[in-house]
């Protein structure tokens, strides 16, 4: 069973670990028990948050308005909250039908 995403009704939680200051923009695997995600962007006054938002509106194609950040706001572990997923990326979506 995954232990970095669930869902509430049409809401995915998604547990993450961030790793700013990247060469690119992408999903690594997993890091005790979150989904490993590296980001380009430093993390100083919040760009690092934002652009991971940015990353991951892209990835489910959702507006940024539809991902919220709901924990970890000054930490490399955070949590998502992405409403209405238009798309459920490889990594979601082959999990899902193995748990």
């Known amino acids: 069973m995954n232990t970095y995403f669930q869902w509430k009704g049409n809401r995915l ?3 993450v670990h961030v790793q700013p200051r990247a060469r690119k923009d992408e ?27 940015a990353f991951f509106s892209k990835l489910f194609k959702v507006s940024k308005g539809q991902i ?13 909250e992405i409403t209405s997923p238009g798309r459920l ?11």
Do not use: C, M, Y
């Open 13 to 15: 939680i998604l547990d």
């Open 27 to 53: 999903i690594t695997g997993v890091h005790d028990g979150r989904l490993k995600v590296k980001i380009t962007a430093p993390p100083v006054d919040g760009k690092a948050n934002q652009h991971l938002i």
């Open 68 to 80: 919220v950040l709901i924990a970890g706001e000054t930490g490399r572990d955070k949590r998502l």
């Open 89 to 99: 990326p490889a990594f979601v979506s082959e999990l899902e039908n193995t748990s």
